[in-house]
């Protein structure tokens, strides 16, 4: 739940809000088995789920809050189109003239990948793994067709 806990802490970064004045949590989840080999690693399934952020007597700009979540959106969670995810949800109570509870309500598709680790937790196909972020191999030169090198 990477996504749900980075815009939690971008939230408490961008606001003038306190910990205890900002409640998230997943709902909804769907876990989707997936033992997709990624070469150094596996991903073991695909986490589904409606992450829900509670803001309790925010007293920022309403276009602030909307503009911050969909700005950190584009930053981190570029696949939203591709896994066909739902716009956020909003909904806000006004409390007073100063402040309003806001609840934000986003759809989240987040990949679990594991590597193996001697001492991992995890036990499958007979091997220790941890869940960690697969590594990725980036070619550093290419070769053409006639043999020589690229780069």
């Known amino acids: 739940m990477r996504l749900l806990q ?11 809000l306190k910990r205890e004045n900002i409640n998230s949590y997943a709902d909804n989840g769907e876990l989707i088995t997936s033992g997709q ?12 789920y409606d992450a829900v952020f509670e803001l309790e007597r925010y007293r920022g700009s ?10 950190w959106l584009i930053d981190n969670d570029p696949d939203r189109e591709a ?8 909904n806000v109570e006004i409390n007073d003239n100063d402040t309003a509870d806001v609840e934000i309500e986003i759809e989240f598709n987040e990949s679990i990948q594991i590597v193996e680790d001697d001492s991992g937790p995890i036990r499958a196909w007979g091997k220790r793994w941890k869940v960690a ?9 290419l070769v053409n067709m006639e043999g020589s090198t690229d780069g």
């Open 133 to 141: 972020d697969v590594p990725i191999d980036t070619a550093e030169s």
């Open 6 to 16: 980075g815009l939690t802490r971008h939230l408490l970064d961008s606001t003038n």
């Open 83 to 90: 896994f066909n995810l739902a716009d956020p949800e909003i």
């Open 37 to 48: 080999d990624l070469g150094h690693g596996i991903e073991v399934a695909r986490f589904k």
């Open 62 to 71: 309403a276009m602030d809050i909307l503009a911050t979540v969909t700005g």
